[in-house]
Structure formats: structure tokens, C-alpha cells
Nanobody
Framework: QVQLVESGGGLVQAGGSLRLSCAASGRTFSSYAMGWFRQAPGKEREFVTAVTWGSGRTGYADSVKGRFTISRDTTKNTVYLQMNSLVPEDTAVYYC?????????????????WGQGTQVTVSS
């Protein structure tokens, strides 16, 4: 079991930036990848980005390519989400998740552990 705690959310104006952090503890040695998902009110939780712990391979949803960057610090068991050029459509609760199975990192059903989420609100 991996415990995850997100932080860094807040209110920003369109065009601004935020950096989210996800601190992992517990059975981190069993994790294959860490991902970020988001959920807006009344909508389904969707994939944003992910990174593998071992090689640092990344993947992004088309909606955030070129604006968001995921990274990981293996010495701190922490992953980050740098969010630039934010738009109101990015407003959502952002969740950090971990998976142990090797494979496609965009499949939400493959993730085993989830954080509680952090709110990101982008105003016009």
C-alpha cells in the first residue's frame, strides 16, 4: 500500500502557473508509475499525465501537452506537476495516483493508490 499526499493547489488567474507536489510513502518500492488525474464538478475523472519511477518516461493528455510538465525526485519519493499557461478549463480537483503493474500509464483502472486531491481553480 502506498500513501499519497497532494499539495500546491490554489486559485490563480488565467495564464498563471502552479506547481503541485505528491509525496509518497509506504510501499513505494513496489510502484511502477505515478500519475496525475483531475475531476471537474459533474465530470468523470480523467488522465492528465504520468511518469515511470524507473526510467522517467512520461505521457500527457492532449489537452495539457506543452503546458504541463511532470517530474519525479526518486530521492524524496515525490512527483511534481508544473502547470503553466493555465486556463479556466483546467479547474478541477487534481489527484495523485500510483500503480504497481507495468503497462500503459494512462489507464485509470490500473492505479492502485490514490491521494485525497488538491483543488486548482483558474479564473478568467
Amino acid at each position: 500500500q502506498v500513501q499519497l499526499v497532494e499539495s500546491g493547489g490554489g486559485l490563480v488567474q488565467a495564464g498563471g502557473s502552479l506547481r503541485l507536489s505528491c509525496a509518497a510513502s509506504g510501499r513505494t518500492f513496489s510502484s511502477y508509475a505515478m500519475g496525475w488525474f483531475r475531476q471537474a464538478p459533474g465530470k468523470e475523472r480523467e488522465f492528465v499525465t504520468a511518469v515511470t519511477w524507473g526510467s522517467g518516461r512520461t505521457g500527457y493528455a492532449d489537452s495539457v501537452k506543452g503546458r504541463f510538465t511532470i517530474s519525479r525526485d526518486t530521492t524524496k519519493n515525490t512527483v511534481y506537476l508544473q502547470m503553466n499557461s493555465l486556463v479556466p478549463e483546467d479547474t478541477a480537483v487534481y489527484y495523485c495516483a500510483a500503480r504497481s503493474a507495468v503497462g500503459s500509464v494512462s489507464n485509470i483502472q490500473a492505479y492502485d493508490s490514490w491521494g485525497q486531491g488538491t483543488q486548482v481553480t483558474v479564473s478568467s
